[in-house]
């Protein structure tokens, strides 16, 4: 009995340790977690994992420091186990990151799922859900022929911008601070700007950017004017010579900018709408630079990170912060943004459809228009893994992108020559007959034009022999189709943005006069409802006031117009009965008019009892109530 006693408290001395130490093992991995430390959490989660302790939180954990390291590969079997295991405590984020380790495998059908379960859980459907997102890729690919960036190093590089005649880019290739400034998020080190004139031989080197502008934190993702004197630039939030971290112990990103005297970068300055609790990254300038575009999680936005802009004012100081809307920002992850010559954005982004991580987009963003519709810009350029950073030239159709591929090296600029534009413009073809809305008969001759929301017109065609007409017209924006004909009433449909689908749109044309001759019916010119009364009544419905209000007008519009009002009874009743109640229904009728300031000149009444039937409900035939009100009923005829 000693003996088993013994054993049992040595047994749970020892599982208590352990139990204590895989306590402090979760603990040293948070710790770095939180401090988006994951390379040396992803070791210590892995070896708590191999003792066989998991928990929703590790796994999750563990997933996100391979998923943020875009480790996909290594990710998947840890997120597959989470939402295996532990589904009820997933949230729609982990079904999102599931969904784009998959992608990156190219498990597409499987991606699917779990991005749906996605967008249900978070509550988000998009109006362009429907869209057939991998035929668009596929439409969109092959438009570009990349090679690898000759001054890549073996180190990461990656965030081209223009500058001159050559490229900026940002690299941790100086080794020289590897024992004291490593960034343990990926265990790379600290990250600097660098120069290279990409066009000159007798300058193929790489060197970093004189002054200020490099310290011993991360600096990346940097936007030039064209004069090159000022450049915009992301840095660890940095005052003073130290870096500066929120209350939840996060250095986060800041936008600065630089201008150079004498061939020396100097005079950095913070812009103010950075700050010390949410980050502000990834600068990008309009082509007239008036506008700086960014990346931020700054309250507002939409997901993990939104693209915004911000007006440049004449003065130097700058506007308010304008998030650029759910057309191009997701709950997810938009970032690095480029804006070309002819106002194409350019970004990165997880949470529109792609190929798996960050793939590269492209959307027109001219005349303050944020609503036109996001594309992929396709394969070669993008890729299951990271792709971003992407700039273009568009008089020289050249460009660069850095991407994450090469899983050896890390991430690596490529660069590219577009040899087939991408469609951002959106074709809409348009097409018709026009007519006469009475007799139906085509209208040969009749125009029809295209007039934009600012009412000026920009285009037009003829109908031909048949009355067809055919257009096409910019469907990225709202459009009025108008057709018109001497002696017909302009006819007029608004279409607002839309896909790119074919649509039909016929007009009936009304008459500007009455043409009909003696004994033509007005409410069929006019297209009126038929005016009924209840049995044996004779007095105006409010359904038929409506109608005979229309008969007045067409009375006021014409002053030499006649009218005869015809009524009729159904042939329940004696006939003697129903020829005085179809009289004192017509009665009714004109008494009506001339109450509404119809001269009593211009009109006649006369009853025809049953004598009328539009139907075979007579004397001694079953039919319903419905059968017989169709009997009850006037007409106007033209005198």
């Not at 005349?367 to 893994?385: A, H, M, R, T, Y």
């Not at 044309?509 to 009455?514: A, D, G, I, K, N």
């Not at 049995?535 to 009218?563: C, G, H, T, W």
Request: charged share 25%; hydrophobic share 30%.
């Amino acid at each position: 009995m000693v003996k088993k006693i013994l054993v049992l408290s040595t047994l749970f001395l020892m599982i208590l340790q352990s139990g204590l130490a895989q306590e402090k093992l979760n603990k040293r991995a948070d710790q770095n977690y939180e401090e988006y430390s994951f390379s040396p959490a992803i070791d210590i989660y892995k070896k708590v994992l191999d003792r066989d302790y998991v928990s929703a939180d590790l796994l999750q954990k563990l997933g996100n420091s391979y998923y943020f390291n875009a480790n996909y590969e290594a990710a998947a079997p840890v997120y597959k186990r989470l939402i295996a295991e532990y589904e009820k405590e997933v949230t729609a984020a982990y079904y999102f990151r599931y969904a784009q380790t998959l992608r990156s495998l190219g498990e597409y059908d499987e991606a699917d799922v779990f991005m749906t379960k996605f967008r249900t859980s978070a509550g988000y459907d998009k109006k362009d859900s429907k869209r057939n997102y991998r035929k668009e890729i596929k439409e969109n690919s092959n438009r570009y022929e990349i090679e690898l960036f000759p001054y890549n190093s073996k180190y990461s590089d990656f965030a081209p911008s223009f500058y001159k005649e050559g490229l900026i880019f940002s690299s941790d290739r100086d080794t020289g601070n590897l024992a004291r400034y490593r960034h343990t998020w990926n265990s790379k080190d600290f990250l600097d700007l660098y120069k290279v004139n990409v066009d000159s031989s007798s300058a193929d080197f790489v060197t970093k950017l004189e002054g200020e502008m490099n310290t011993r934190l991360h600096e990346s993702t940097s936007a030039a004017t064209k004069d090159g004197n000022t450049i915009y630039f992301t840095r660890n939030n940095y005052k003073d010579k130290k870096y500066v971290k929120d209350e939840d112990g996060f250095i986060r990103l800041k936008i600065f900018k630089a201008t150079q005297e004498n061939g020396i970068w100097t005079t950095i300055e913070d812009l103010p709408f950075n700050n010390d609790t949410y980050s502000v990254a990834h600068p990008a300038l309009s082509p007239d630079e008036k506008y700086l575009y960014f990346a931020s999680d700054m309250p507002g936005s939409l997901g993990e990170s939104d693209i915004f802009r911000v007006a440049i004012n004449a003065d130097g100081t700058y506007g308010t912060p304008q998030n650029l809307g759910d057309n191009i920002n997701t709950p997810n992850r938009e970032t690095f943004p480029f804006v070309t010559s002819e106002n194409v954005l350019y970004f990165s982004s997880n949470g529109h459809y792609g190929l798996g991580g960050l793939d590269v987009f492209a959307t027109k963003v001219g005349f303050n228009n944020f609503d036109i519709p996001v594309l992929n810009v396709g394969e070669p350029v993008n890729s299951k893994q990271d792709d971003f950073t992407f700039i273009f030239d568009e008089k020289s159709l050249k460009g660069y992108f850095a991407s994450s591929r090469d899983a050896e090296t890390g991430d690596n600029i490529y660069s590219f020559i577009e040899t087939k534009p991408l469609n951002l413009d959106c074709i809409q073809q348009i097409s018709g007959t026009v007519r006469d809305k009475i007799s139906n008969e085509v209208l040969a001759g009749a125009t029809v034009k295209l007039i934009n929301e600012n009412n000026e017109e920009i285009g037009n065609t003829i109908t031909d022999t048949n009355g067809d007409y055919e257009l096409i017209l910019d469907c990225n924006q709202g459009n009025f189709v108008r057709a018109t004909i001497q002696g017909y009433i302009p006819s007029e449909e608004y279409l607002p943005k839309s896909n790119n689908k074919p649509k039909i749109i016929d007009f009936y044309m009304e008459r500007e006069t009455v043409t009909g001759g003696g004994g033509d019916d007005l409410a069929k010119l006019l297209q009126l409802s038929t005016i009924y009364f209840d049995l044996n009544k004779f007095n105006i419905r409010p359904d038929a006031e409506l109608e005979i209000q229309k008969v007045i007008a067409a009375m006021e519009k014409y002053p030499s117009l006649r009218i005869q009002v015809n009524s009729y009874t159904d042939s329940r009743g004696n006939d003697a009965y129903n020829l005085w109640l179809s009289k004192q229904r017509a009665a009714s009728t004109v008494a009506y008019m001339i109450s509404k300031g119809i001269n009593k000149d211009r009109l006649v009444g006369e009853g025809y009892g049953e004598t009328r039937l539009v139907n075979g409900c007579s004397n001694g035939v079953r039919c319903s109530k419905e059968e017989h009100q169709l009997n009850r009923r006037s007409e106007f005829i033209i005198l």
